[in-house]
């Protein structure tokens, strides 16, 4: 995700540097930092925000599907991963390589976690504040998103190959391959999970932007792709775990096994997941839920391997940073 901090989608995406080929990106490189990324929230949204993957004509997000139904149990994941962006704590850098915005035989699209940004997120002392309910808005910090930061490439930023692709009509489409997804939907730090069959799909590109946050329907960058059986054991669902925890601390004040005191949020997510009524959510059984089990679950086949399908989406403004290698 954003989970995106979402921290599924925080969400971070990392897409690396161009291969050679004669289908190879040409052109001058615009470097960008993101300054906004959606994940689904309400009904409709992980369909908005998917790519199709396995090639059946419609657009695959089944994490998307999880983060609206959570959504719906008061775990904000947009909150979290906005929180992330303006802070810098997930800090997403973009290169495209194009030899025009509306029509290009072969674009590149590389990403790169970023780091030691100028001027930094925040001033001394300043905090991201936020609202709470569905349409929250958080506010603060996010000085490095104003078009004309400076950044260094992480030193732990995967190096993908890149999503190449043509450029029609000003929408470019890119892919596959393998893109690093950068994900919270609670507090703590971004988890960082690896998608295959990965694509991209962004328009409203210029020198200076990609897409219009303030206006999410008229541009902005797609990245969809799928998540393992492996990194869902391994990673998604146990992140997973201390989210529900944190959202039993606060809706069953005082819970002990056999008296959970919950509020009817609380209640609804000890029913969804607590198999053993003990108030307490493992991730074994979040994966045995029937909720985990239906919104949890491989829906896509790519390259003959199961994952979860994931797409969010992200809006970008220029930044200055140096890629080893970079080459016209």
Not at 175 to 188: E, H, M, N, T, Y
Not at 242 to 250: D, L, N, Q, S
């Amino acid at each position: 995700m954003a989970f995106l901090r979402p921290s599924f989608f925080a969400a971070a995406f990392a897409l690396a540097a161009c291969g050679s080929s004669s289908n190879a990106p040409t052109g001058p490189h615009y470097h960008y930092v993101v300054n906004k990324v959606l994940v689904p929230t309400k009904t409709g949204d992980a369909q908005k925000y998917g790519l199709d993957l396995d090639g059946n004509g419609n657009p695959d997000n089944a994490l998307g599907n999880l983060l609206s139904a959570l959504a719906t149990q008061g775990i904000n994941a947009q909150v979290s991963i906005d929180q992330a962006v303006l802070d810098g704590s997930i800090t997403l850098l973009a290169d495209l390589q194009t030899t025009d915005f509306t029509n290009a035989g072969t674009a590149g699209i590389q990403m790169f976690l970023g780091s030691d940004a100028q001027p930094p997120a925040c001033n001394s002392g300043e905090m991201v504040t936020c609202g709470s309910g569905a349409d929250a808005t958080c506010t603060g910090c996010g000085h490095d998103l104003t078009g004309s930061a400076s950044f260094q490439i992480a030193p732990n930023s995967p190096m993908n190959a890149a999503l190449t692709g043509p450029i029609v009509g000003g929408t470019m489409k890119a892919g596959p391959g393998d893109v690093a997804l950068q994900i919270s939907i609670g507090a703590g730090a971004p988890v960082e999970v690896d998608l295959i069959g990965a694509r991209a799909q962004a328009s409203g590109l210029s020198a200076t932007a990609i897409g219009d946050p303030t206006n999410p329907d008229a541009g902005g960058m797609i990245i969809g792709g799928g998540i393992s059986q492996t990194e869902l054991d391994g990673t998604v669902i146990p992140a997973v775990v201390p989210i529900i925890a944190g959202v039993i601390a606060t809706h069953c004040p005082g819970a002990m096994p056999g008296a959970c005191n919950c509020d009817t949020t609380g209640n609804t997510v000890l029913g969804l997941f607590d198999a053993d009524h003990n108030c307490m959510v493992t991730a074994q059984e979040i994966t045995n839920s029937s909720f985990g089990m239906t919104l949890l679950a491989p829906d896509v086949t790519i390259d003959g391997m199961p994952a979860l399908s994931v797409g969010v989406k992200a809006f970008a403004v220029g930044a200055q940073f140096t890629v080893s290698g970079e080459s016209m």
